[in-house]
């Protein structure tokens, strides 16, 4: 089992850049994929995928409306993962949640652990 812990969230200016992390609990953490998925005001039901990683950190995966803005990187020594975001606009205002799986995907109903969530303001 997975524990999962994200920070870095806040009120950022648009054009800003923030780095989220999530860091994990437990020694199997390199077993595992994660993603990052987003949930925006106004979509409580919706969960958009944002992006992905798979357990060697070698494959990375992103939706179309963050490519070449974000970046998911892992630490399997330090049992992390992060999202460098940067050019942010007000699209990116949403709740960040990590994700973890045995193999990556984009569907957020096939993630078996998640976190509790990471706010991110942006102000234009």
């Known amino acids: 089992q997975v524990q999962l812990v994200e920070s870095g969230g806040g009120l950022v200016q648009a054009g800003g850049s923030l780095r989220l992390s999530c860091a994990a609990s437990?020694?199997?953490?390199?077993?595992?994929?994660l993603g990052w998925f987003r949930q925006a005001p106004g979509k409580e039901r919706e969960r958009e995928f944002v992006?992905?990683?798979?357990?060697?950190?070698?494959?990375?995966y992103y939706a179309d409306s963050v490519k070449g803005r974000f970046t998911i990187s892992r630490d399997n020594a330090k049992n992390t993962v992060y999202l460098q975001m940067n050019s942010l606009n007000s699209e990116d205002t949403a709740v960040y949640y990590c994700?973890?799986?045995?193999?990556?995907?984009?569907?957020?109903?096939?993630?078996?652990?998640w976190g509790q969530g990471t706010q991110v303001t942006v102000s234009s």
């Open positions: 437990g020694r199997t953490f390199s077993r595992y994929a």
């Open positions: 992006a992905a990683i798979n357990r060697s950190g070698g494959s990375t």
């Open positions: 994700a973890a799986r045995w193999r990556r995907s984009d569907y957020d109903h096939e993630y078996n652990y």
